[in-house]
């Protein structure tokens, strides 16, 4: 492959390398936020109280013996995660709820541009009219409803935050100097393409059109291109949610099951934002799982 060809793809390879890499200074943003500053404690599996570690404590967790992982200790997690659909009537508690949240928030995401929002639903009334939303489904009983959006609209404001935080970045060599480049010009370019998207058939032909020729990142464009964006890394999140509340001894089910414009009325979301699914949490009751199936390893999984 020529140096031409593979331009594209390594300026985003490098990018978003090092992005990972550099996820730290969006700590400087969240770092005002109360919920994030505080050191939160959560009820373990067997009712204890454990101190759980920060979200800033955690992104730093840098060095080869935090890297360490109980990987047993995941694969009971997983494996006893199930979609449960009847629940005792205990809350999950507010602060084991954030700190579920914020292992949310570590999921990955595209462009570093967090592109998800959730909303932990605790006012009764609410509460029930969200219920109705989703079709009074047996999982809906749970005690607590969390709506997972997929907001491709806080493209904007992500691209502020990231640049003023590349702004705020002291230590050099900490960053590559594409990257302020990278949320100044090609995020716009990304994203940008005009009032009811009337842009995006062009741009459509014009990254197909240098795919003829070399290797060209189709980008997702328009208004369900950027859906779809802002969903794959809404989802990502909705499973860390899910795996975090296991983790703190609580179970959830995953809904996609309920009425939309009538779920986005409730909760005032704007027309940009697009319901990815409602997750229902709580203390699984007795009977509250199906038997689960899973078929074979090969159908699904190829290795070439
Ligand atoms: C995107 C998505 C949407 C789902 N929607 C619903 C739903 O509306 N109602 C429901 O009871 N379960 C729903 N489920 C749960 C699945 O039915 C469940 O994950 C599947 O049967 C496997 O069971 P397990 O999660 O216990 O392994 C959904 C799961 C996913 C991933």
């Not at 939309?260 to 704007?270: A, D, F, N, V, Y």
Request: aromatic share 8%; proline share 7%.
């Amino acid at each position: 492959m020529t140096a031409r060809k593979s331009y594209f793809g390594w300026m985003w390879v490098g990018v978003s390398a090092s992005l990972k890499h550099h996820r730290w200074p969006l700590r400087c943003i969240n770092a005002t936020s109360p919920v994030r500053r505080q050191s939160v404690r959560v009820a373990s599996d067997r009712g204890s109280i454990r101190p759980y570690p920060s979200l800033q404590d955690m992104t730093d967790c840098l060095n080869q013996a935090d890297l360490v992982c109980d990987f047993e200790a995941f694969s009971k997690v997983v494996r006893t995660r199930r979609s449960v659909r009847a629940y005792l009537p205990e809350p999950v508690p507010v602060d084991v709820m954030d700190a579920c949240l914020d292992l949310a928030l570590l999921a990955p995401t595209s462009h570093n541009l967090e592109s998800w929002q959730f909303i932990d639903v605790r006012d009764g009334a609410k509460l029930d009219l969200l219920r109705h939303c989703c079709l009074d489904q047996p999982a809906t009983k749970a005690p607590n409803l969390v709506v997972a959006v997929a907001r491709p609209d806080f493209w904007r404001s992500g691209r502020k935050l990231m640049l003023a935080a590349i702004a705020r970045e002291e230590t050099p060599g900490r960053l590559p100097p594409l990257m302020a480049l990278k949320y100044q010009l090609q995020i716009p370019l990304i994203f940008m393409d005009g009032p009811f998207h009337f842009l995006a058939p062009l741009k459509r032909l014009v990254t197909w059109g240098i795919g003829l020729f070399t290797v060209s990142w189709r980008v997702e464009v328009g208004r369900s291109g950027q859906v779809l964006w802002a969903t794959r890394t809404t989802a990502l999140a909705c499973q860390n949610l899910m795996l975090a509340l296991r983790a703190a001894g609580y179970d959830s089910c995953a809904m996609e099951g309920f009425d939309e414009p009538r779920l986005k009325r409730l909760l005032k979301l704007p027309r940009a934002a697009r319901v990815v699914m409602v997750i229902a949490a709580g203390r699984r009751a007795e009977g509250g799982v199906m038997p689960q199936y899973r078929f074979e390893r090969e159908r699904y999984v190829q290795r070439v």
